[in-house]
Structures are given as structure tokens and as C-alpha cells.
């Protein structure tokens, strides 16, 4: 069993991992509320080639350097990916 895990609403997205988080935070900036629809976002950070992703998976772009992963089938906010170092 991976020490972190979870999925969508439907089922049809699934992740996992056994990797320790590099960074835990709440951000309470005004992109993450209307991304998510609330008040904060929870978040655990994990680089990425240590997280299994299952299922498909759609992204879109909230800003020039961060992408967000939702299932195309029932909307759920799956993760964030910001592809820039700087």
C-alpha cells in the first residue's frame, strides 16, 4: 500500500506514492481559491517522477508557469505542476 494515495470523484483517476513530501503547505492566494472554489489550498509537494498517476488525466494552464491536473470526467482538482525552475 503507498504511503500516499488517492483519486477523483468517479474513480477513474487514480495516484499514489511512497515517496516522502519535499515541502507541506496551505496557500491562501486568490489563484488557488478560484481554482479550487474554496477559502485555501492543502497541498503535499512531491517531485514528479516519483508520483504514479492512473487514469486520464487533463490539464490547463492557470498561469504562464502552472498547469493543472483534473479529470476530464468529473472536474476533480487532482494536482499542480509548475515546469519552470526559476
Known amino acids: 500500500m503507498a504511503k500516499y494515495g ?6 477513474a483517476v487514480r495516484y499514489r506514492t511512497d515517496a516522502a513530501p519535499i515541502n507541506e503547505r496551505v496557500c491562501h492566494c486568490r ?3 478560484k ?3 474554496a477559502a485555501f489550498n492543502a497541498r503535499v509537494l512531491f517531485r514528479i517522477d516519483e508520483v504514479t498517476i492512473d487514469g ?3 490539464t490547463v494552464n492557470s498561469s504562464p508557469d502552472l ?3 483534473f479529470c476530464p470526467g ?3 482538482t487532482l494536482f499542480s505542476r509548475r515546469d519552470s525552475t526559476g
Open 6 to 11: 488517492g483519486g477523483c470523484l468517479c474513480g
Open 31 to 33: 489563484l488557488c481559491q
Open 35 to 37: 481554482a479550487l472554489g
Open 56 to 58: 486520464p488525466v487533463a
Open 67 to 69: 498547469k493543472r491536473g
Open 74 to 76: 468529473c472536474g476533480t
